[in-house]
């Protein structure tokens, strides 16, 4: 079954990985993105999809018209953008999704795949593996948003309209724009351009990790998967075998950049941020579906990306971290204090 499909943040991390694969499953694909971190490219620019330059909370009924389902990607994407501005986060994660799954509804929409984060458990412990039915416990505005989501989405279901909530596992790998904050994306690049395989935190946390492409192929499958199987359920994406604590991830980079040595400094504590997920209820709804990377094979990956693309510190550090970026956007002027672009 093919169809077409509103794509929200096309051209980001995750976006810029999920079209092609959609694509060549056979699906059209319309992007939506106000375009903030279209030009943080690593190598060759990417060929994105028809699509719109529109910030999410501007999106109209006609961005919707005519599409059978909604990949809603687009946020303020990861913890200190949210702790910077809180109020934005709300704004643009919960209010104007929201507001974006209203109009898909009124659209006709049937299928609205919503990309959460199994960072909604919180602290956890990282004893038993959570499921989706353990209690939700964000710790950052970011999770709360995404919380607050996936209840305001549950109230809009009904017979025609099918919310599906997707909790990602932190994402890694290479994408052609890259993100280098986030987890394995960091210590892979610091490994490369200083030697050293630094770790603030104590070491001990536990992280459900997941590549982006494994995270493509999951809402490929739930895209088209029976109704009865997704209707208004969550499902954690990833894989038991990436349930690793930062030290082990550390020691991962290490032996994927020869030479780099792990340094595990303590200076900012335990993270509170401490869980190791249960993925079986996914791949019990898609038959066949596991994830296919693990985190030493794509630690390999990225080190043979960064250093093919020439990744410098000043890129890496400045041009490939979301909260400099939005710095750098503001304070030139590009966009104002809401961060939309200015005309």
């Not at 990309?115 to 970011?142: F, H, I, K, M, Q």
């Not at 041009?319 to 304070?331: D, E, N």
Request: net charge negative.
């Amino acid at each position: 079954m093919n169809v077409r499909v509103l794509l929200t943040g096309h051209q980001g991390y995750l976006g810029t990985v999920m079209a092609p694969v959609l694509a060549d499953a056979g699906h059209e694909v319309v992007g939506l993105d106000a375009g903030l971190f279209a030009d943080c490219v690593l190598g060759p620019r990417p060929a994105d999809p028809p699509g719109s330059r529109v910030d999410l909370r501007d999106v109209t009924a006609e961005h919707l018209a005519g599409m059978d389902a909604v990949i809603h990607l687009a946020a303020l994407s990861n913890d200190p953008l949210g702790a910077l501005a809180p109020e934005l986060t709300y704004d643009i994660n919960h209010h104007a999704s929201v507001r974006l799954a209203r109009l898909a509804r009124e659209a006709g929409v049937r299928r609205f795949l919503y990309a959460s984060t199994c960072s909604v458990y919180g602290a956890t412990g990282g004893g038993d593996l959570v499921t989706e039915d353990a209690p939700l416990r964000p710790v950052t505005p970011y999770a709360e948003s995404k919380v607050r989501v996936e209840d305001d989405l549950h109230d809009l279901a009904d017979g025609e309209f099918s919310p599906v909530f997707l909790r990602n596992a932190t994402a890694f790998g290479h994408s052609p724009r890259l993100r280098a904050d986030i987890v394995l994306n960091n210590l892979v690049g610091h490994a490369l351009l200083s030697g050293e395989v630094r770790v603030l935190s104590d070491g001990t946390p536990w992280r459900p990790l997941v590549h982006a492409e494994d995270i493509a192929r999951a809402f490929a499958a739930a895209l088209v998967a029976p109704r009865a199987a997704v209707h208004g359920r969550a499902f954690n994406i990833g894989s038991e075998t990436n349930n690793v604590t930062v030290a082990e991830i550390a020691e991962q980079v290490a032996e994927a950049v020869p030479g780099s040595e792990v340094v595990i400094t303590g200076e900012t504590g335990a993270d509170p941020r401490s869980y190791r997920v249960d993925f079986s209820r996914f791949r019990a709804a898609i038959p066949g579906f596991d994830c296919a990377w693990t985190v030493k094979r794509g630690a390999l990956e990225l080190a043979d990306a960064y250093r093919e693309h020439g990744l410098t510190r000043e890129d890496f550090e400045e041009r490939f971290t979301r909260l400099a970026v939005l710095r750098a956007a503001s304070g030139t002027g590009a966009v104002d204090s809401t961060l939309r672009w200015r005309r």
